[in-house]
């Protein structure tokens, strides 16, 4: 079924931008209030941060619309250019840490992954001298769970620690490519 007026690449675009509104008070909702700096270098407040990413969670579309509605007597257009600035830069920054975080956590867990094989491997050249040696059964008592031990914490790691850090890179994602903007209600 085709609107009047909207094609199908207009349906297409409006179906991939999902609008998310927030009330505000006044400016100070969208920072932090143990912040005294100007807004061009304010903290987010990560209360606002969370509620961005409450009501984007129910939205599944790939390019976001923030409105923050104001007040109109409260509006101020510089301030506003200002803030968005800031909100961009925050969210920019964000998704750089969350890439950092995961390709850290992806980093330790290979090494434990690498730590857990180099103890298997050591506990089963022991276990081939041990007709040999007896007194070697301690060092394979010792390396052989603790390398399957970093193994799996090794795996734990890839698999599932990493697991917030992509979704805060998804998150982060959205929003350093969101529309901005401020209306008065």
Not at 60 to 70: D, G, N, R
Not at 74 to 92: G, P
Not at 171 to 180: G, N, P, T
Request: charged fraction near 25%; proline fraction near 3%.
């Amino acid at each position: 079924m085709q609107t009047e007026g909207k094609t199908d690449p207009d349906r297409k675009s409006l179906l991939n931008l999902a609008e998310v509104s927030i009330l505000l008070d006044s400016y100070e909702d969208i920072f932090s209030d143990f912040d005294p700096s100007e807004y061009k270098e304010r903290v987010v407040s990560d209360d606002f941060i969370a509620q961005v990413r409450k009501f984007t969670r129910r939205k599944s579309a790939e390019k976001m619309s923030l409105k923050l509605m104001m007040p109109l007597a409260q509006r101020n257009e510089l301030t506003e250019k200002v803030i968005i600035r800031r909100l961009h830069s925050h969210f920019r920054n964000a998704y750089q840490r969350a890439i950092t975080d995961i390709r850290q956590t992806n980093l330790r867990a290979m090494i434990l992954c690498i730590i857990g094989i180099v103890m298997i491997f050591i506990a089963t050249y022991f276990s081939l001298l041990m007709p040999v040696k007896p007194h070697l059964h301690f060092i394979i008592a010792l390396f052989e769970p603790g390398g399957w031990f970093f193994i799996w914490t090794g795996l734990d790691h890839l698999l599932f620690s990493s697991k917030d850090a992509k979704r805060d890179k998804s998150f982060y994602s959205k929003m350093m490519k969101s529309e901005i903007s401020f209306i008065a209600y």
